[in-house]
């Protein structure tokens, strides 16, 4: 499982795997799997890569670290696929144990150290149109791993994956009304971070930076 390559981040987003088509199928592969299916387990294994690897690494650059949260969640996924009770889509129930498994590597205090240094600098801005939008991006993933994990991990969920306040309330096993105020809290302090690691960042691209995360 190991030695996968990333996708840039910018790559277009994949079709929606929560229809009911895609749920169906996997919802049969996990079945299959509770039985030990190995062949049903790698297809589930290559549906699901990319989408955490992309999920994962918007919050660190530690690719080993993202790949080490993605062969815990899919060790737990072949040992625990019997208990899945289709209570809830496959998506929201692999998610959720990505994202304890990914809480508790962030959390870890040498993991934390060696993920990100937030005081580095990003690069100075160009007048290259894509460059400032790459270097904007950057910003963000600046600023991202600075949020407390819940926040971090909300945010994510909720603007890069597309869930409800609902399914995220699920996938961290917490109130709906605590998935709210994380992602209250996480915007107000992207405001605050962006401009300042901008630093030179006319108020405008600052703003549009910000918007991108709220749309």
Not at 118 to 132: G, V
Request: aromatic share 8%; charged share 25%.
């Amino acid at each position: 499982m190991n030695g996968t390559q990333y996708s840039d981040p910018q790559t277009p987003a994949e079709p929606n795997y929560r229809s009911g088509s895609s749920a169906a199928r996997e919802v049969e592969l996990i079945s299959r799997i509770a039985k030990g299916d190995r062949k049903a387990f790698e297809e589930l294994y290559g549906l699901y890569h990319r989408r955490l690897a992309r999920f994962l690494t918007r919050l660190t650059k530690r690719y080993d670290v993202a790949e080490e949260v993605i062969n815990d969640t899919f060790y737990i996924v072949w040992r625990k696929a019997g208990d899945f009770r289709g209570e809830s889509q496959p998506s929201t129930w692999i998610l959720g144990i990505a994202y304890r498994k990914a809480r508790n590597a962030f959390r870890s205090s040498a993991r934390i150290l060696a993920v990100e240094n937030p005081e580095a600098p990003p690069p100075p801005l160009t007048t290259d149109e894509s460059a400032r939008t790459e270097e904007l991006r950057d910003w963000l993933v600046h600023a991202l791993v600075q949020l407390p994990v819940e926040q971090r991990l909300a945010v994510e969920l909720c603007y890069e994956l597309g869930y409800s306040c609902e399914e995220i309330a699920s996938i961290m096993s917490c109130p709906v009304n605590t998935v709210k105020t994380r992602l209250f809290h996480a915007r107000a302090k992207l405001q605050k971070l962006l401009p300042a690691l901008g630093g030179m960042v006319p108020k405008d691209d600052g703003d549009r930076s910000v918007s991108g995360v709220e749309s």
